[in-house]
């Protein structure tokens, strides 16, 4: 049983520009997630599990109330007869973050349900999940694998998402969408392929939303791009506040799976409008990692 991980990002989901708005392509994006999985993958034997970013919905409230850095940080910058009321507002930001982040997982499973009664499950991050000043504690990833491998071994989609979580040190923080991605990679074996569904098609030699000129790169190469590169440091905000970071996060998740998931033989980064063909692409046993066709980028070891 072969697995391919999909990352439905915020920027494809919802319009990043206004908050609490879902994408003007979300129903296409769905069409093409339901399309790779009925007419592609099933028939192929291959599995699927999907992850939601937060967008426009979870990340202002996230930014507003600093959810990410925790309460416990805002105590101890507060000080004083400031730090009950700090510790509250992160508090409340922690469940306002998780209503709308809700709100949103509703919309999106709803509309997977209505392509060919597609079998998604929720998989929920926040009653799985625990970190320690934001890395996932072992006992909760083993909780978390475990429930996914039986969704999938009962034949449903695990549908995941990023969320708020609570943190051993931190009180409370934000576990993205691509670090679920990566943790996926990294813990199951039959992880195959991962695709990240954004709103550009991939990574260009600059931001294509400011230099129309921009030329997409359709393969990289860890081995040959070091820490240095333009990649790592270029990163081409959203318009709304983003508490995981854009296009240069993707990258240094995709190089993180490429490098420490060796079982994973590429990485996507690619538009709605080719989210069919990355999501079911599948090499042949005479192609190889650099010959991946399609208009998207391929990040390989």
Known sequence: MS????????????????????????????????????????????????????GSFGHPPAKKYQVKAGWTTALDEAGGDDAEQARDNVKFGMALTRQRVLQLHTHVIQRLHERECMPVLSVSTYDTVETDNG???????????????????????????GDAVFDRA??????????????????????????FVTDVAGIFTQDPKRFPDATLIKMIH????????????????????????????????????????????????????????????????????????GNWTAIVR
């Open 222 to 293: 860890c081995s040959e791009v070091g820490d240095s590169s333009a990649i790592d440091k270029d990163d081409s905000a959203a318009s709304v506040d983003d508490v995981t970071g854009a296009m240069r996060s993707k990258w240094q998740w995709a190089k993180r799976i490429v490098t420490d998931a060796e079982q994973v033989r590429a990485v996507a980064i690619c538009q709605v409008s080719d989210s069919s063909k990355a999501i079911g692409y599948e090499f042949s046993d005479a192609s190889t990692t650099s010959h991946e066709s």
């Open 170 to 195: 931190l009180g409370s923080t934000i576990l993205s969408g691509d670090a679920l991605m990566y943790h996926l990679a990294e813990r199951l074996p039959a992880v195959q392929r991962c695709v």
């Open 135 to 161: 890395a996932v504690i072992e006992g909760s990833s083993v909780r978390l694998m475990t429930r996914v491998q039986q969704v999938l071994e009962a034949g449903f989609v695990p549908l995941l998402f």
């Open 3 to 54: 697995i391919v991980v999909v990352k439905l990002g915020g920027a494809a989901i919802t319009d990043k520009s206004v908050p609490d708005t879902l994408s003007h392509n979300i129903d296409a994006l769905i069409d093409s997630v339901a399309h790779a999985y009925h007419r592609i993958l099933r028939p192929s034997g291959r599995r699927l599990i999907l992850i939601h970013g937060a």
